[in-house]
């Protein structure tokens, strides 16, 4: 993917406006419990600081729907900020002119939560322009936040010249890796819960890949569509004729579906709960289908074989539930063998699939893992991100 770099830009004496992400998550008593998105903003925080660079900091925290909500400041950041960068960081209720003057070559400045203003979430030029008026250039570094147009992560880049910070760039050159130029065959796994909530994604998958498996609660409004029996399992019966639709589409797109031959069954939908392998019509009563069978596993593990590049959204079965984790487990931990040997470029992201593959300890052996939400299922869906739109050439 063509577009603007942080090493694009000139930084020495300049005051640059970096949109970041620290809606860390917090314990009751405040402290950060997961510093990852803190930590991801460091490395272009310290190369503006080591250009002789101003740094201002914008970011939302939580959602204070427009309205300043003292326990949704953004002041906590300050301390744990200073002690990952070793260096003093400066922070201010509101971004004004004497406020930027004060500011030296090399410093760091937080400024309070964007979201305070509903200006920011309504994607107002007129807060933009305010934001662009104090500063030289923008960087945006905050990916999980660019399928949004807001003020302080896309209109801004619309008025000052916009480059990408460090993390942005990594999860951009990654993800464009996986569906933008991918070394084919290309794979896709696809799980989690319902197909009503992946419809976008699912219908623009089968148009760019070669292989897709469905797994998870969503299979089984598939293999209802294709007339088997799922018993009481989760299954969206409404969508039969989406699914049949999507079904249809690839196989236009010589796009080879895998949904699962067997399956592992329980009446309850718990932890350890009484369970049993069987194929897929023997579902009865009140079975519930709430993970993929060795089969299944068997099948994704020889079309990862067959692969180049993989692509992974949602876990394959209910993977908070021993043991129902297995096949999510099973295949996770193949995809990261064969990334570990080089047979395979593998990208993961959205919900809950980072708890999924880092409950298999496979998270660490896969090529990229993407922390953003949002922002990578629109992504998965082709749908263009504006805070991506502003960093193109
Ligand atoms: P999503 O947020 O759409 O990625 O869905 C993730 C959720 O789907 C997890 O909480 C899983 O427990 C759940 N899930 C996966 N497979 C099944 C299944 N067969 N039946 C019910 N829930 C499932």
New binding site residues.
């Given amino acids: 993917m063509d577009f603007r770099r942080l090493e694009d830009a000139k930084l020495k004496g300049k005051t640059a406006l970096v949109r970041v992400d620290f809606n860390v998550p917090r314990t009751k008593d405040g402290a950060i419990s997961d510093d990852t998105r803190l930590q991801a903003a460091v490395p272009t925080i310290k190369a503006l600081q080591k250009a002789g660079a101003k740094t201002i900091l914008l970011s939302h925290y939580g959602r204070p729907k427009g309205v300043p909500d003292p326990a949704l400041s953004l002041r906590f950041i300050v301390g744990p900020l200073a002690n990952a960068l070793e260096s003093e960081v400066l922070f201010t209720e509101k971004l004004t002119e004497p406020v930027v003057e004060m500011l030296k070559d090399g410093e760091v400045m937080v400024i309070e939560n964007t979201r305070f203003a509903k200006a920011e979430t309504d994607g107002s030029r007129e807060m933009a322009e305010y934001l662009a008026a104090h500063g030289d250039i923008f960087i945006m570094d905050a990916f999980s936040a660019a399928h949004r147009n807001h003020a302080s992560s896309a209109v801004i880049g619309e008025i000052l010249p916009a480059y990408a910070g460090l993390a942005m760039e990594r999860e951009l050159d990654h993800i464009s890796q996986a569906l933008e130029k991918p070394k084919a065959p290309v794979m896709g796994v696809v799980?989690?819960?319902?197909v009503s909530?992946?419809i976008d994604l699912l219908k623009n998958l089968v148009s760019k890949l070669d292989i897709l498996a469905i797994g998870?609660?969503m299979a089984?409004t598939f293999l209802y569509a294709q007339g088997h029996n799922v018993a009481a399992?989760?299954c969206e019966k409404d969508l039969k004729d989406t699914a049949l639709e999507i079904m249809k589409n690839a196989k236009k797109a010589k796009c080879k579906i895998l949904l699962p031959v067997d399956v592992v069954v329980a009446k309850e939908?718990a932890a350890n709960a009484k369970h049993r392998q069987c194929g897929l019509d023997d579902a009865k009563g009140k079975d519930?289908?709430?993970?993929c069978g060795t089969e299944t596993v068997r099948q994704l593990m020889d079309a990862m074989d067959s692969a180049k590049t993989l692509i992974w959204n949602?876990?394959?079965?209910?993977?908070?539930l021993t043991p129902f984790d297995t096949s999510t487990v099973e295949a996770a931990k193949y995809a990261a063998k064969l990334t570990k040997a080089g047979k395979l470029v593998s990208v993961a992201g959205g919900?809950?699939?980072v708890a999924a593959l880092k409950h298999a300890g496979a998270a660490d052996d896969f090529t990229f893992i993407s922390t953003a939400g949002g922002a990578f299922l629109e992504w998965m869906e082709g749908k263009p991100l504006p805070g991506v739109e502003i960093l193109k050439k």
Avoid: Y
Wanted: charged letters at 20%; a negative charge.
């Fill in positions: 799980g989690g819960a319902k909530t992946k998870g609660g089984n399992s989760l939908f519930m289908i709430l993970d949602g876990p394959l079965g209910a993977f908070e919900g809950d699939t």
